[in-house]
């Protein structure tokens, strides 16, 4: 009997429930400004533009920190790293509940940046440890799912906790912050209790499981035992600065779209509780994206429109917001574009893990991730000031529209590059 399907299924039932509730915590944590600005930007007397400006310089901190926090991992094993990467980013959103100024909240954003800074590629790295080629887009669906639930979460209770101004003497915006700020240093010791460093200290995998594991793993890699030789050299591998242009613009029309949902959504008139209801919509369905795209590819076969293709239809759905008549018109597309937008990612980090491996896999990954995240840059500086300058909500979507469109034309140049390993059976697969 093989042992695949029955090692795959354990190493899912106990690792990807944690992974998911880390991540869900940590999106709530990056979205929970969406909320707060809705009162923040006039506590603080702050333009959309300076607010969009501090929001942004938590990717700056992410981007600086991403390639050695991976590397770090790497080196000193997932549970204490993860541990100490929550614990840290909790305790700066819990600052940022009292913040007095600009100033303060820039150099929060920026150290939550670089608190949070390898937790999502170290993830991806980590995924390449304990799961084959061949189920790791699935993998990567499934972490990702965290994400949206996360935006439907935060969107339920962002602006219920708005809805708190008043209670213990603090304003909503503050209740924001230290109710999602919370969960990631409480949830800390369970990490350090229930994440083991791999598969070889994994006391709930079979010996035999864990031999297949490390077979199946070392033969994918070439026969190559995992090194940490060379990772800093594979930020500079052309595949991985390819992959990290191209990536740019998946963050940049998330971030941009996320950040400005809440407001498009207030301009409907109602309540701060109702719009964080209505918001749920748009995520329940990018979850129900990320969950189906993968396994498509995994039955009929991987290809380049499953990357592709979701961010041209989140261009024309974006574009098409800005045309139509209708307020809940324009919103129904903006459902449309958020699955659109994520739904291309799962298959998009199913790619590095085709060349890179062990120490180079977690610096390859960390790069791509950080330069792709300056998108979050971008759109949290560029939206605000195209609506500042416009005094519409929705102009912002072209620009985005038009981000989507070249990302979509980059991923065919990507497979062209990448064609003698994307058209491995292993990928294929996946």
Not at 27 to 41: F, G, P, T
Not at 76 to 84: I, M, N, S, Y
Not at 233 to 258: C, E
Not at 296 to 322: C, E, K, N, Q, Y
Request: glycine share 10%; aromatic share 12%.
């Amino acid at each position: 009997m093989s042992l695949e399907v029955p090692t795959v299924r354990r190493v899912t039932a106990r690792l990807m429930p944690l992974f998911c509730v880390m991540y869900l915590i940590a999106y709530i944590d990056r979205q929970n400004v969406s909320y707060a600005k809705l009162e923040m930007v006039q506590a603080l007397g702050l333009s959309e533009a300076a607010y969009g400006l501090g929001a942004s310089l938590f990717f700056i901190g992410y981007f600086l920190f991403e390639a050695p926090s991976n590397l770090i991992l790497a080196r000193v094993g997932a549970r204490v790293w993860f541990a100490r990467i929550m614990f840290t980013w909790g305790l700066v959103t819990l600052g940022l509940g009292f913040t007095q100024n600009a100033t303060m909240f820039y150099i929060l954003r920026f150290l939550l940046g670089v608190t949070e800074a390898g937790f999502f590629p170290g993830v991806l790295y980590v995924l390449t440890l304990w799961f084959p080629q061949a189920h790791r887009a699935r993998m990567v669906g499934l972490f990702m799912v965290a994400s949206a639930l996360a935006n439907a979460v935060g969107a339920m209770v962002g602006g219920a906790l708005l809805d708190l101004h008043g209670l213990g003497g603090l304003a909503g915006w503050q209740w924001v912050f230290l109710a999602t700020g919370a969960p990631a240093v409480l949830m800390t010791p369970y990490v350090l209790w229930k994440l083991p460093n791999g598969p070889e200290h994994a006391p709930w995998l079979e010996p035999e499981q864990k031999a297949w594991l490390a077979e199946t793993l070392k033969a994918e890699n070439g026969g190559a035992e995992i090194s940490h030789a060379g990772a800093w050299k594979a930020i500079l591998d052309p595949r991985v600065l390819l992959l990290a242009v191209l990536y740019v613009g998946m963050p940049l029309g998330a971030y941009g779209l996320s950040y400005w949902l809440p407001t498009i959504v207030k301009a409907f008139g109602v309540s701060n509780t109702m719009n964080g209801l209505i918001n749920i919509i748009p995520w329940i369905l990018v979850g129900a994206a990320l969950w189906l795209v993968p396994r498509h590819a995994a039955r009929r076969g991987f290809t380049v429109w499953h990357i592709a293709g979701p961010p041209l239809l989140a261009a024309v759905a974006l574009v098409l917001s800005v045309i139509v008549p209708g307020t809940w018109a324009k919103f129904a597309l903006l459902c449309i574009a958020a699955p659109a937008i994520f739904a291309g990612q799962p298959g998009f980090w199913s790619l590095p893990p085709t060349f890179l491996t062990g120490a180079r896999a977690a610096a390859g990954i960390a790069a791509i991730n950080a330069v792709g995240n300056l998108g979050g840059f971008v759109a949290q500086n560029v939206v605000p000031i195209i609506r500042d300058r416009t005094g519409s909500n929705l102009a912002p979507m072209l620009f985005l529209a038009a981000c989507l469109t070249v990302t979509a034309a980059m991923v065919f140049v990507a497979f062209r590059v990448l064609k003698p390993v994307v058209g491995t059976p292993q990928t294929q697969a996946g």
